[in-house]
């Protein structure tokens, strides 16, 4: 039996079918991505000032074809980003895939996601696309490095009060999405999410709400990048050292203007739902040093946070 890298369910081939059914009703079956890791990094270069995905890492901007059951490598018009193995940091695709799969287990909205299998049997995160509908239409979204008038230079030189003054400037209905905030950036900081700068965040408008986009870029960089920061956005003037007063007091009380009910709830919800996490991590696909490194962060900021969780 093998597990399946889009649903982490045993199955008898590489993709269960219910994994293959919510890419598509219409695929039976995914064919390996036709590129080596090399080959993908290569095209990423290639193509990165024809697309409107940029950063760090390598990416692709692909469609899916039920036709041909296989991601397809598009100049325009994709529905999907790949991103292929890093040549300095180690198993990114696999801590992204497992990271937003921890952030949907506490209610926060994530879009379409999983692992592809490649030609030379490496593994490329995919992602659907939330600001496309179809192939052709663009759905507004803007990130808060773009609203604060930042650079891609820049994007750590803010705070996350700035990111709620966004929120309380832009969205239709900024409670609403100061919760959202405050659950993300609890998750954030359990995970070892240390990366989370300006264009990470995005306001997307629909035609009648202008919200907080779904999570995306969530990535344990504690295990994949050392450095001495808990946070990239400095919170109660800090990026490290950070504490219970600072984020549940400081942070959701005083800034977010949450009150003490909603504040206890999300810290059940984190505390409840810790062993299923546990749990998620030992099926991921990282190897076996990557998930006891993932689980000593998630053991070690739960511990922190919630000592008498």
């Not at 490496?122 to 490095?145: H, N």
């Not at 408008?205 to 504690?222: E, G, H, K, Q």
Request: charged share 20%.
């Amino acid at each position: 039996m093998n597990r399946c890298p889009l649903t982490y369910t045993l199955c008898e081939g590489r993709y269960s079918l219910s994994g293959l059914r919510a890419l598509s009703k219409n695929l039976t079956d995914l064919k390996e991505f036709p590129y080596t890791i090399d080959q993908q990094i290569e095209l990423a270069a290639q193509y990165a000032d024809k697309l409107s995905i940029q950063g760090v890492q390598p990416k692709l901007s692909v469609i899916l074809s039920p036709l041909h059951q296989q991601f397809e490598l598009v100049d325009n018009g994709g529905t999907f980003i790949l991103k292929p193995q890093h040549v300095l940091y180690k198993e990114l695709p696999q801590n992204e895939d497992l990271t937003m799969r921890l952030a949907a287990m506490v209610g926060i909205d994530i879009p379409l996601h999983g692992l592809l299998y490649c030609i030379d049997n490496s593994m490329t995160y995919f992602i659907k696309r939330f600001d496309r509908k179809g192939r052709k239409k663009k759905i507004a979204t803007e990130d808060f490095s773009q609203l604060l008038q930042f650079s891609r230079e820049t994007k750590y030189n803010s705070s996350m009060e700035q990111v709620v003054q966004v929120i309380d400037t832009h969205c239709s209905f900024p409670m609403q999405e100061k919760l959202k905030l405050f659950r993300l950036t609890l998750f954030n900081y359990l995970v070892g999410n240390e990366d989370m700068h300006l264009k990470n965040f995005s306001l997307i408008r629909y035609p009648n709400v202008t919200a907080l986009s779904p999570a995306y870029d969530l990535v344990n960089t504690s295990i994949a990048i050392t450095t001495t920061e808990e946070i990239a956005l400095p919170l109660n003037g800090k990026k490290s050292n950070l504490k219970k007063n600072d984020l549940l007091d400081y942070f959701g009380k005083k800034r977010l203007g949450l009150n003490t009910t909603i504040i206890d709830q999300e810290v059940t919800n984190f505390i409840n739902i810790y062993p299923a996490w546990q749990k998620m991590v030992g099926q991921s696909f990282l190897s076996d040093l990557y998930k006891q490194q993932y689980l000593s962060v998630l053991q070690k900021r739960m511990m922190n946070l919630f000592p008498s969780g």
